[in-house]
């Protein structure tokens, strides 16, 4: 009687045990299916967002071009013998050359039209040529100028032949469709889009500017938050006592982490600029306002990879005679240096993309002019981003996404070379 019922007993403990893991396992099971879950609606949400920006970025990196015939001639430039190429009249020139194209168009309001068709830029294209070339005075010369945002927008569209859309009408639309018939129109590579700086007209604004403010910008950032960063992480943890004030630095360095960013653009504006004289809207204050905002991560990141370093490291070191500043430099921030590289570059990502600290140190101002050093008034990528996003011109839709794919092309540039130098610091 006693087998029989611990057999009994037996055979339900194991079935209740069989029941435990088969219900631990299909928990198991489901975790596993939420985390693959997770993980595959993260990577195509990611995959959906890129392939929208670049799908509409495409447009951008492409720009139209209207072949003229211009006439070069002197009465018509009012060129007198010995006058400067840079001051005659350049702009009647040139519409009297696209009207000889358009002799059916008489009216003034239809010439307004015809004329609107070229970029405001074709002017002084065709100064730039006459300059360039002086023999071609008198000649009659064919020069690509770039059409206007409307009919650059307005032929991506692929509209049929004489179709009226958004911002051209049937008129304009059938002046289109005679450039076209006569081959006046060719497409080509948007260069002016690397070229150039911003500008109100969309056919001719350009990322050059403000990519050379975000390169000046970020030097100046890594070359003050790098070293600054290491050297107060390095102190805190190989140096520093362990004492009440070094506990409030550390609460401190914490809390600045989560200090939201425009703090930092507001203590640039009261203290870098109004009480030290820097100029606004210059790379310099810009770094300096990125550096306050990355300095915590850095700090903290860096810290972390020096404790990390093993203490039979510094015992050994110790051991043989090294000073603690030895040690320190010589042996454990080369160890930690990898974890350091990966804190900085999160860092420095981070101020790549911040927009709030510049804009209140003005570095949303309209800046047309290619910045030539760190004092330079400049723009940055994404205050750009910003306001061809707040522009209501249809051409600068392409260009806001097309400058947001050069601003992840600049970052991943960043990450490749974090990378690069993590790699080599840790096979040394």
């Known amino acids: 009687m006693t087998d029989s019922t611990d057999k009994l007993n037996h055979s339900a403990v194991t079935e209740r045990i069989k029941q435990s893991l088969t219900k631990r396992h299909r928990s198991e099971r489901i975790f596993k299916s939420f985390g693959l879950s997770a993980v595959v609606l993260g990577f195509l949400l990611v995959f959906f967002l890129i392939f929208d920006i670049s799908h509409k970025a495409v447009p951008a990196f492409h720009s139209h071009w209207i072949s003229v015939d211009v006439n070069f001639d002197e009465s018509w430039l009012g060129y007198n013998e010995g006058d400067d190429l840079a001051s005659l009249r350049y702009r009647s020139t040139l519409r009297k050359s696209i009207a000889a194209n358009f002799p059916e168009v008489t009216g003034r309001r239809d010439k ?79 260069t002016e889009f690397f070229q150039n700086g911003d500008s109100r007209e969309p056919e001719l604004a ?29 102190y805190l943890e190989e140096f520093a006592p362990k004492n009440r004030w070094t506990d409030m630095i550390e609460v401190n360095i914490n809390n600045l982490a ?44 860096s810290r972390a990879s020096i404790k990390a370093v093993p203490p039979s490291i510094r015992e050994a070191a110790m051991g043989l005679g090294a000073s603690r500043v030895q040690t320190a430099f010589g042996h454990v921030l080369p160890m930690a240096m ?26 949303v101002a309209f800046i047309v002019d290619i910045p030539g050093g760190i004092t330079d008034p400049s723009t940055v990528m994404p205050v750009q981003i910003f306001l061809w996003a707040d522009s209501p011109e249809r051409g600068f839709l392409a260009k806001t996404s097309a400058a947001i794919v050069v601003l992840l092309g600049f970052l991943f540039v960043m990450n490749a070379s974090a990378a690069y130098l993590r790699r080599r610091f840790e096979k040394n």
Do not use: C, W
């Not at 350091?340 to 570095?363: K, N, V």
């Open 338 to 363: 990898p974890g350091i590289l990966t804190g900085t570059i999160i860092g420095l990502a981070q101020a790549l993309g911040e927009t709030a600290p510049l804009l209140m140190i003005g570095m």
């Open 206 to 234: 350009g990322v050059r500017g403000a990519l050379k403010g975000t390169l000046l910008t970020m030097i100046v950032t890594l070359v003050l938050s790098f070293p600054l960063g290491v050297a107060a992480a390095l």
């Open 112 to 190: 307004r039209q015809l004329y609107a068709l070229y970029s405001t830029n074709a002017e002084f294209r065709i100064r730039q040529h006459l300059m360039d070339n002086p023999d071609d005075l008198g000649k009659v010369v064919t020069i690509k100028v770039l059409a206007d945002d409307d009919v650059d927008v307005y032929l991506k569209e692929d509209p049929q032949p004489g179709e009226a859309l958004i911002r051209i009408d049937e008129k304009e639309a059938v002046m289109v469709q005679k450039l076209l018939e006569q081959e006046r129109i060719s497409k080509h590579f948007n």
């Open 258 to 301: 989560a200090v939201p960013s425009i703090i930092f653009g507001l203590l640039g504006l009261a203290v870098i600029i109004n009480i030290f004289g820097l100029p606004r809207s210059a790379p310099l204050v810009g770094g300096i306002v990125l550096t306050l905002m990355t300095l915590p991560t850095i700090i903290i990141a």
